[in-house]
């Protein structure tokens, strides 16, 4: 079926469906898996010009291979993009970021409420390099402005963050990092393109963790960079190339299958999760419910408007506790009280998955960081999946109704 082109102009929605290379000389309808380290070179020749020139033609699953461009195109189809360039990981596409952007001397500045592993690669792995990052609120446009220096070269945010949902205006960083000369890169991790679609909005560069949201459904690690093409292939390229922080096609092909469905799923999710963020705000043994969909959440409006009116999948909540013992000790009863949901660290996944911020992901800061970060004991979040929206809110009613 060579030669027979989609025509432009398809919705977001279609192209989650069809972006993809040309199927094979097979015709198969599913997009094929390439499962294969190196590629038949037809003459010494073409093999030369390929080697020169890789986007002519695969010798090399390092460099690239049909499977991970498949998911590469689709991606950039969804996020609007020119093109997308696939990683091992979420952290592995953070990594090629700052490998391309950055050199010693250089200054970054991010929110202090990105995901902890992106916060040691910029604090403590570049500053090993001599790249310098500020650490500014979430919120307070005031201190991204104030902490830009001449020798600024990136602006990283993350929204909404994890796991207290606050959302940063992405149009008004894009702005700020423009006319100081840098460039905004957006984690977009937990709205995905079927909510959030940064570069619409101003970013430069957005990263993805492919493990969460776009397979969706817990099976495998994955990440991506999506971008104009001047940067992804001739920074990022190289970098992947040379450094080998290359998505396995094996994962690049369950990711594409998976951004299928990641409308519909998204959808769904966001919907139990107000449902169950709404039902939370009225139990008496909830202190307070973190949600960028109920009305009571600070940035709402703004989160309406950027995330396609949806308000994510995942919802945090504080259970009332006089002390931070007795509040931690009914996080973990509501926990442990749950029968269907999971217990596990992860998100994105249409299981509904249940955690303790301050004893896992925020363990090993001191009590006294865990407060400034809002991060209390009483800490329950939710990251809402697929199952019957009243069997969710039975689960956790469990615990709820029988705290001490
Ligand atoms: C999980 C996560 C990452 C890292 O992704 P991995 O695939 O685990 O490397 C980055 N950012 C956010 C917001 C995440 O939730």
Not at 21 to 30: D, K, L, R, T, V
Not at 226 to 254: E, H, Q, Y
């Amino acid at each position: 079926m060579e030669g027979r082109k989609l025509p432009p102009g398809l919705h977001r929605d279609t192209l989650a469906v069809r972006a993809a290379i040309e199927p094979s000389q097979y015709g198969e309808n599913s997009e094929a898996l390439y499962l294969t380290s190196g590629f038949l070179q037809p003459d010494s020749e073409t093999m030369a010009r390929r080697f020169a020139h890789p986007e002519e033609g695969y010798t090399y699953g390092r460099t690239s291979n049909p499977t991970v461009t498949s998911f590469e195109q689709r991606l950039a189809a969804m996020e609007g993009t020119e093109a997308a360039i696939g990683a091992s990981t979420g952290m592995g596409a953070i990594l090629m970021l700052c490998m391309g952007l950055l050199k010693a001397g250089d200054h970054v500045v991010c929110s202090r409420s990105v995901f902890g592993s992106t916060m040691n690669l910029f604090g403590k792995e570049f500053g090993k390099f001599g790249v310098q990052t500020t650490f500014v609120s979430q919120t307070d446009l005031a201190e991204w402005r104030a902490a830009v220096r001449p020798e600024t070269k990136l602006l990283f945010a993350e929204t909404p963050t994890n796991p207290l949902t606050d959302v940063c205006d992405i149009r008004a960083l894009a702005e700020i990092a423009h006319k100081a000369g840098a460039l905004l890169a957006v984690d977009n991790c937990f709205c995905s393109p079927a909510l959030q679609r940064p570069t619409e909005l101003g970013a430069d560069l957005v990263i993805h963790s492919g493990t969460k949201y776009l397979d969706g459904q817990g099976r495998v690690m994955a990440g991506a960079l999506c971008g104009p093409t001047k940067l992804v292939a001739d920074v990022f390229g190289p970098i992947v190339r040379t450094a080998g922080m290359t998505l396995s096609p094996f994962n690049a092909w369950v990711v594409l299958k998976g951004l299928e469905t990641l409308g519909i799923r998204m959808q769904a999710q966001c919907a139990n999760a107000l449902a169950v963020a709404r039902w939370l705000e009225g139990h008496p043994a909830v202190a307070r419910v973190y949600y960028p969909g109920l009305e009571s959440h600070p940035q709402h409006e703004l989160a309406m408007r950027q995330q396609s009116g949806l308000g994510g999948a995942v919802v945090s909540f504080d259970v009332k506790g006089a002390t931070p013992e007795s509040a931690r000790s009914s996080a973990f009863h509501v926990i442990d009280s749950t029968q269907v949901l999971s217990i596990a660290t992860n998100l994105g996944d249409t299981k509904s998955i249940i955690t303790h911020p301050a004893t896992t992901s925020h363990g090993r800061l001191t009590e006294q960081q865990r407060q400034a970060a809002g991060i209390g004991q009483g800490l329950v979040r939710l990251a809402v999946g697929l199952e019957y929206i009243d069997d969710i809110k039975a689960d956790l009613q469990r615990g709820l109704d029988t705290l001490a």
